[in-house]
C-alpha cells in the first residue's frame, strides 16, 4: 500500500473518530452546543457539562475501548485459524464470557465486580478446550474452528439452560452480555483500560507474527516459525480481548468479523496496516452504532448490537461492491 493512502485512510478515521466522540458527547436527553461542552471540560465548570461527563464520557471511552479490542481480536483469530470467517463468537470464546458471566451472577451475586476478570479466566479456559480436543500432532486451523463452533452451541445451551432454570429472570446478566453499553461508569472505564489498552498494545507487537501465520503451516516452518507456539500465544491476547470486552458491553460477535474484511479492502492483508486500522475501525464502528442507537429512537435506546449488525452489514456489502474486484483476487 502506498505512504500516501495509508496516511489519507489513517488521517480519515482518525479525524472521524475524534467528530464522533464530540457528537455523542453532545447529543442526547440533555442537548448542548460544542462550545458550551468545551467551554465547560476545559475552561469554566458548569452543572450541566459535569453532568454529561460523568453519564456519557465513561460510555464513550467504553464504546471506543471495546470496539477496538474485539476488532483487533477478530483480527488476531483470523490471522490464527487462517480463515476469514473466524471470530470471538463463532468459535465459543463470547459464550464463554457469557457463561462464566451466568454463572458468577446466578451463584456468587457479591462477586458481580469481578466479573471481568473471571471472564477473561473462562475465555481462556474455553480455548485450551479447543485447542486441546483439536490437538493431533500439531493445531490445525480446520480442526480448530470445527472444535470452536461446536462448543460455542454448547456453551449457549448451557447458559440458556441455568437462565431457564432461574425462571429466565437474570436481568443483571442479561444487561451484561446483550450488547448494552448504557450506564457504564468509570469503574467499568478502568478496568476495561487494564485489560483492553495492555491488550491492544501487545497486540501490535504480533504484527509480523499474525503475517507469517497467515501463510501456508509448512511455509512458516520453512522461514523458521514455531507456529504451534505461535499461533497459541496469538491466540490468547485475541481472547483476553474479547472476553473483558463481552463481559463490559456485552456480546457483539459481528464487529470482529465485519471490521478486518473492511480493514482489508481499504488498507490491505499485511497486518502492519491492518490492525492498526482495524482498531480504530472498530471504535469508530461500535460509538457509532452506540450513539445512533441513542438517538434513533429517542426516549428508548436500540442495543448497539442490533445497529452495528443492521448497518454494519449494509456497510460491508457496499465496500465490497467497490472494492470486490481486488480483495476478490
Not at 448542548?32 to 461527563?53: C, N, P, Q
Not at 487462517?82 to 463463532?90: K, R, S
Not at 503451516?217 to 496469538?234: C, E, H, I, M, P
Request: glycine residues 10%.
Amino acid at each position: 500500500m502506498k505512504k500516501t493512502k495509508a496516511i489519507s485512510f489513517y488521517g480519515g478515521a482518525i479525524l472521524l473518530l475524534i467528530l464522533l466522540i464530540l457528537y455523542s458527547a453532545k447529543t442526547g436527553s440533555i442537548e448542548m452546543s460544542l462550545s458550551k461542552l468545551v467551554r465547560g471540560l476545559f475552561l469554566e465548570y458548569d452543572s450541566e457539562v459535569a453532568t454529561v461527563f460523568d453519564l456519557r464520557f465513561p460510555r464513550i471511552i467504553i464504546a471506543v475501548m471495546a470496539g477496538a479490542a474485539l476488532a483487533t481480536s477478530g483480527v488476531l483469530l483470523q490471522a490464527v485459524m487462517q480463515n476469514p470467517l473466524t471470530d470471538p463468537g463463532i468459535i465459543g470464546i463470547s459464550s464463554a464470557a457469557y457463561l462464566t458471566a451466568t454463572l458468577i451472577t446466578f451463584s456468587f451475586p457479591t462477586l458481580f465486580y469481578a466479573i471481568p476478570g473471571l471472564s477473561v479466566i473462562g475465555g481462556v479456559l474455553a480455548y485450551l478446550l479447543i485447542y486441546s480436543l483439536a490437538w493431533q500432532g500439531g493445531s490445525n486451523p480446520i480442526k480448530l474452528i470445527l472444535v470452536g463452533v461446536a462448543l460455542n452451541m454448547t456453551l449457549i445451551g448451557i447458559t440458556d439452560a441455568l437462565k431457564a432454570m432461574n425462571g429466565g429472570t437474570l436481568t443483571n446478566v442479561q444487561s451484561i452480555i446483550e450488547g448494552n453499553i448504557a450506564q457504564k461508569t468509570w469503574v467499568d472505564v478502568k478496568v476495561m483500560a487494564i485489560y483492553g489498552v495492555i491488550g491492544l498494545l501487545v497486540s501490535l507487537l504480533t504484527m509480523r507474527t499474525c503475517n507469517l501465520l497467515s501463510l501456508e503451516d509448512d511455509t512458516a516452518k520453512s522461514l523458521g516459525v514455531n507456529v504451534n507456539r505461535d499461533r497459541f500465544l496469538v491466540a490468547l491476547i485475541a481472547i483476553v480481548l474479547a472476553s473483558v470486552s463481552t463481559a463490559i458491553v456485552g456480546v457483539v460477535g459481528f464487529l470482529g468479523l465485519i471490521v478486518p474484511h473492511i480493514g482489508r479492502i481499504l488498507v490491505g492483508s499485511n497486518h502492519k496496516h491492518l490492525l492498526p486500522f482495524s482498531m480504530l475501525l472498530g471504535a469508530i464502528i461500535l460509538l457509532f452504532s452506540d450513539t445512533l442507537g441513542r438517538v434513533i429512537a429517542y426516549p428508548y435506546e436500540v442495543k448497539a448490537s442490533v445497529v452495528m449488525t443492521v448497518f454494519g452489514g449494509i456497510f460491508f456489502i457496499i465496500l465490497l461492491k467497490i472494492g470486490g474486484k481486488t480483495y476478490g483476487n
